[in-house]
């Protein structure tokens, strides 16, 4: 049974920092893209980060390039978004999810991700 495992978010004040993780089970997820998506009260669920495990490459949401960076420890089958200056309008529920197998781009769509996790609340105080 495959399962994506999020935690580490918690209440954080602006300019303050988190790192959230994923743990994934069930299979292996080494051909995958593993994106990070959140979603804030009355909107569209939205990419922030992804990552090919196999050839180690990454992609950013705009809003969130040089403050996030998402990592993977394909061994321990953990992807990782460390989450620097963060701001209010990051406040969200963040997601972890997996794509493929065997995608040569990361996508941006949350319809091209086959598998999710339940979540992890993050809120940034002004």
């Known amino acids: 049974q495959v399962q994506l495992v999020e935690s580490g978010g918690g209440l954080v004040q602006a300019g303050g920092s988190l790192r959230l993780s994923c743990a994934a089970s069930g299979r292996t997820f080494s051909n995958y893209v593993m994106g990070w998506f959140r979603q804030a009260p009355g909107k569209e669920r939205e990419f922030v980060a992804g990552?090919?495990?196999?050839?180690?490459?990454?992609n950013y949401a705009d809003s969130v390039k040089g403050r996030f960076t998402i990592s993977g420890d394909n061994a321990k089958n953990m992807v990782y978004l460390q989450m620097n200056s963060l701001k209010p309008e990051d406040t969200a529920v963040y997601y972890c999810?997996?794509?493929?197998?065997?995608?040569?781009?990361?996508?941006?769509?949350?319809?091209?991700?086959?598998?999710w996790g339940q979540g992890t609340q993050v809120t940034v105080s002004s």
């Open positions: 999810a997996a794509g493929g197998p065997f995608y040569t781009a990361i996508s941006k769509s949350p319809r091209n991700y086959n598998y």
């Open positions: 990552l090919i495990w196999s050839i180690g490459n990454t």
